[in-house]
């Protein structure tokens, strides 16, 4: 199976300021048809993952344009550029060019 | 809009059989090209894939090798939702159970928590 490993585990921003979040994958991700199957989610306490971005780079319909998604083969970037209180809660990636689905360890975000 | 709305117990006692149910609203379980899916989570073992079922000219299924022995993902077409079944639970089932649809994985149902526990 595909591990990903995020990086890092958690994360205490200032509201206003920039975050990363790093997720290497043990497999290149690239499928047969050129394209990487990696998502990034934002999951908030007592609700679903909710997507942000997919291909690797796509951003999500609604999406603020403070999130990218950067990355290829098996490093992967998610950015914010600016994090808002609303943002708090648990970021996985997520892959699904090989079978099975696997999911990152998730990266906690807070705000300071 | 597609919403994927869960329904099934919260409670299954160790031994006996975990049955969750997953009704479609704005989509086809039968579509092609799409593949619909659970997921668990649980602070032991994080999110976790199941497995899935898809429509060709057939239907197909695809399980995870840890619960193969013990998983039933099937479609009711004439109620255009599918459901899981996972047979022999313990207490390591206890976790929350989502379903989803494949493309964009952007369509998720809103969890169900399910407790092994006699």
């Known amino acids: 199976d595909v591990v990903l490993t995020q990086t890092p585990l958690s994360l205490s921003v200032t509201p206003g300021q920039p975050a990363s979040i790093s997720c290497k994958s043990s497999?290149?991700?690239?499928?047969?048809?050129?394209?990487?199957?990696l998502y990034w989610y934002l999951q908030k306490s007592g609700q679903p993952p909710q997507l942000l971005i997919y291909?690797?780079?796509k951003r999500f319909s609604g999406v603020p344009d403070r999130f990218s998604g950067s990355g290829s083969g098996t490093d992967f970037t998610l950015k914010i550029s600016r994090v808002e209180a609303e943002e708090v809660g648990v970021y996985y990636c997520?892959?699904?060019?090989?079978?099975?689905?696997?999911f990152g360890g998730g990266t906690k975000v807070e705000i300071k | 809009q597609v919403l994927l709305q869960q329904s099934g117990p919260g409670l299954v006692k160790p031994s006996q059989t975990l049955s969750l149910t997953c009704a479609i609203s704005?989509?086809?379980?039968?579509?092609?090209?799409?593949?619909w899916n659970w997921i668990r989570q649980s602070p032991a073992r994080g999110l976790e894939w199941l497995g899935r079922?898809?429509?060709?000219?057939?239907?197909?299924?695809d399980y995870a090798v840890s619960v193969n022995s013990r998983i039933s993902i099937n479609p009711d077409t004439s109620k255009n939702q599918f459901s899981l079944q996972l047979n022999s639970v313990t207490p390591e089932d206890t976790a929350v159970y989502y379903c989803?649809?494949?493309?964009?994985?952007?369509?998720w149902g809103q969890g169900t928590t399910v407790t092994v526990s006699s």
């Open positions: 989803a649809r494949d493309g964009a994985w952007d369509v």
């Open positions: 704005g989509d086809s379980v039968s579509r092609k090209n799409a593949a």
């Open positions: 079922i898809y429509y060709t000219s057939k239907w197909n299924s």
């Open positions: 497999q290149s991700l690239v499928h047969g048809d050129g394209k990487s199957y």
């Open positions: 291909e690797a780079s």
């Open positions: 997520m892959q699904n060019t090989h079978l099975p689905l696997t």
